[in-house]
């Protein structure tokens, strides 16, 4: 019986995957823990690979062999690496923290849910039930069933995108149950087991869970909102070196950065991803909260053939989120190949739901403009909170979306803020579930899309947190930044 040989990579192997040392003002050992979860993330270095000897990668890396010796324990302690006795270190991957879903749960009176971004329903969605209820007896006769959706939702929603300047059919779209649902089944029609894909970084979480769940590995690119162009030579170099097959992008608004691309760099971005044979997965869930500056950008994807691009868009930022209505958009060959895997997930979507949508679509511009007035309105409220109440406090204020990305002062850690603000009756989404591993506890996602009052209650429990310097914050090492 043969055994199969140890994988390992050796100190200099390492050390050129791990590039340039660690800087950024964080202790060393923080920075290279950091950096070596990254290469487990991105797949550069697989589960089960031996690490090289402490005291060799010290000496690659010219650092103190204390400093190793705590980036490999840091690793251990959270999941990224576990210790054989007498064998050395090896590569894992932690458990990880609970599916994005479960956070979601029942609204609760006295406390305040910033967990979801996700606004209060549009006044005009109880008129269009009642205008469905009046039209239900035509379908009570029939099985119930419209795989694919109904004509007309179809009809409707191809022209929206028509309207928008991407010419679409109704046999280029899918409806499903929300945007959730539609991204469960494009990536399962998109990603084999082991395909990389392409995930700004930081990114929504639900979306790399559904790619783990198709059998895909996440490829994180680094995606910048002060210059959301410089994303297009990080995907052309991601994709030169990882070779994936899907791209997960938002182009618009994207969630949690705020970062939209310019019309240049959306064409150039959409040309890049063709050139190397990727299909890009485009959210558009938030594409139409445009609440500073145009609102004419061309949807992403028009100057490529139509199998390079799909889109996923829902109803649940516009209108409302208990509206469980979502579409695919693609090449009529790809959307018919994507009903059926949707047929074994459900035969259909809520006949009711679908003669609501048809109706909200036909008010679509009335609710946008409405949505938007009212986001613009929070946005606002919640910057001028923050700038008073948190001054270390810095984000970029987007000009879209759902939410501010901010960034934390030095020695503040999200994991233990959310904990500590969960017991004030504050609901928040710590900053690691947007990144890999412990990346991203520098940073806090604050929703805007919950009325001013509970915004500004939320900021307050946050400036009471950090100034009286609540001792759930300062007893874990993760505070050091």
């Known amino acids: 019986m043969s055994v199969e040989p140890v994988r390992s990579v050796s100190a200099t192997e390492l050390a050129v995957l791990l590039g340039a040392a660690p800087t950024g003002g964080q202790p060393l050992y923080r920075g290279l823990a950091d950096a070596l979860r990254e290469r487990v993330a991105d ?3 697989a589960v089960g690979v031996r690490l090289p000897a402490e005291r060799a990668l010290a000496e690659e890396l010219r650092l ?11 690793l251990r302690e959270s999941g990224w690496a576990s210790a054989r006795h007498g064998s050395g270190t090896f590569v894992a991957m932690p458990s990880g923290p609970p599916a994005w879903g479960s956070m979601v749960g029942a609204p609760v009176d006295g406390v305040i849910d910033l967990v979801n971004a996700a606004p209060a329903a549009a006044p005009e969605l109880r008129e269009a039930y009642l205008d469905a209820v009046d039209e239900l007896p035509r379908f009570m006769s029939q099985h119930g069933y419209h795989p694919g959706g109904l004509t007309t939702l179809r009809a409707a ?26 991204t469960e089944v494009v990536f399962e029609a998109l990603v084999e087991a082991g395909d990389r894909v392409l995930v700004e970084h930081p990114t929504y979480p639900g979306a790399v869970e559904s790619v783990q769940a198709a059998g895909g590995r996440p490829v994180p690119v680094a995606i910048d909102a002060t210059d959301p162009d410089a994303f297009v030579a990080e995907v052309d170099r991601a994709a030169r070196q990882s070779a994936p097959t899907v791209a997960y992008l938002m182009p618009d608004f994207s969630n949690p950065s705020g970062a939209r691309a310019t019309p240049e760099g959306r064409r150039r971005l ?27 950008h061309e949807p992403f994807g028009v100057p490529v053939p139509e199998s390079a691009a799909v889109a996923i868009g829902s109803l649940s930022k516009t209108v409302w989120g ?7 958009r693609a090449e009529a060959a790809r959307t018919a190949q994507m009903a059926k895997i949707m047929a074994r997930r459900q035969l259909s979507v809520s006949v009711l739901d679908q003669l609501a949508a048809v109706r909200l679509f036909a008010r679509h511009d009335r609710l946008v403009a409405q949505r938007r007035r009212d986001l613009r309105v929070q946005r606002d409220a919640l910057a001028a909170a923050v700038d008073d109440r948190l001054p270390g406090w810095n984000y970029v204020l987007p000009a879209g979306g759902l939410s501010l990305w901010c960034a934390l002062p030095a020695g503040t850690s999200s994991t233990e803020l959310v904990a500590a603000a969960r017991s004030r009756g504050l609901l928040l989404a710590p900053g690691p579930r947007f990144g890999t591993g412990h990346l991203f506890d520098d940073h806090q996602r604050l929703p805007f899309t919950r009325p001013v009052s509970e915004l500004t209650a939320a900021v307050n429990i946050l400036a009471t947190l950090v100034v009286s310097g609540d001792a759930s914050m300062s007893a874990a090492p993760t505070l050091v930044v």
């Open 43 to 45: 797949g550069s270095m």
């Open 64 to 74: 103190s062999r204390v400093t190793v010796s705590a980036a490999y324990r840091e």
């Open 157 to 182: 929603i191809a022209g929206h995108y028509t309207r928008r300047g991407r010419p679409t059919t109704p046999d280029q779209i899918l409806v499903t149950g929300g945007a959730g649902d539609a």
């Open 270 to 296: 959409a040309a890049t991803l063709a050139r190397h044979g990727v299909v890009t997965v485009v959210d558009e869930v938030a594409a139409e909260l445009v609440l500073d500056g145009s609102d004419d």
């Open 322 to 328: 208990g509206i469980r209505i979502g579409w695919v």
